[in-house]
């Protein structure tokens, strides 16, 4: 029980830097069209998650030292960084579930103004290299079948490497692509947050039970 708060740290802190790396998202995210910056708030939950992860398995080592040396005042340090650490986790996870649509659909939104672009206007080279992007990380062509065929008939250099025109209408929309990649980090994000806080709150309920040497200090 004592190194669960260095556990729970560890695999929050390796889910967030996983998320925050992950190759997909990175591609996408650090696109610019023009002068406009691809939207980032989904950023916003990892980096609290990271925060928190780092910062739970500083405070798990202090938790463990103060209980060698039997210390109620680094105890309950511990405890009270615990607490804060739970209203963390918890506003990372609320965050992710109420944030899983809008991040997507900002997303979309800057995905339809590159691939207008880059349709309607031959010289908009750095629309064209964003849709190009999107089109190979996500292996999609347009956000609908008829964008879709558009796309590959005027502009078949902007769908995936090697596809054609008749593949490129199976294949799935770029729309429903993007809502699945944010959609389902985001979920993961909001899941780990809540799940490390439910069982973080089971542990002090467990610490502060009659039998726990240290109760006063914790309770």
Request: proline share 3%.
């Amino acid at each position: 029980q004592r190194g669960f708060p260095q556990l729970a740290g560890g695999v929050i802190l390796g889910v967030a830097l996983w998320l925050r790396h992950d190759p997909q998202t990175t591609n996408l995210l650090y696109l610019e069209l023009g002068d406009k910056p691809a939207p980032n708030t989904f950023y916003v939950g990892i980096y609290i998650l990271i925060a928190v992860g780092a910062v739970m398995m500083f405070v798990g080592f202090l938790g463990c030292y103060g209980a060698i040396q039997e210390s109620q005042c680094l105890l309950g340090t511990f405890f009270t960084c615990l607490v804060i650490l739970f209203a963390c986790e918890v506003a990372a996870g609320i965050w992710g579930f109420v944030n899983k649509d809008q991040i997507a659909k900002d997303v979309k939104q800057f995905y339809d103004q590159a691939l207008q672009q880059a349709v309607v206007d031959d010289d908009a080279n750095n629309a064209k290299a964003v849709v190009k992007t999107f089109h190979e990380t996500l292996d999609c062509c347009g956000s609908s079948t008829l964008t879709a065929l558009t796309t590959s008939v005027l502009k078949n250099n902007l769908c995936p490497s090697g596809s054609n025109i008749i593949s490129n209408l199976f294949k799935e929309d770029c729309h429903q692509k993007i809502d699945d990649l944010f959609s389902g980090k985001l979920y993961l994000i909001g899941i780990a947050a809540i799940v490390v806080a439910v069982i973080m709150v089971s542990g002090r309920g467990r610490a502060c039970s009659p039998g726990c040497p240290f109760r006063g200090a914790l309770c």
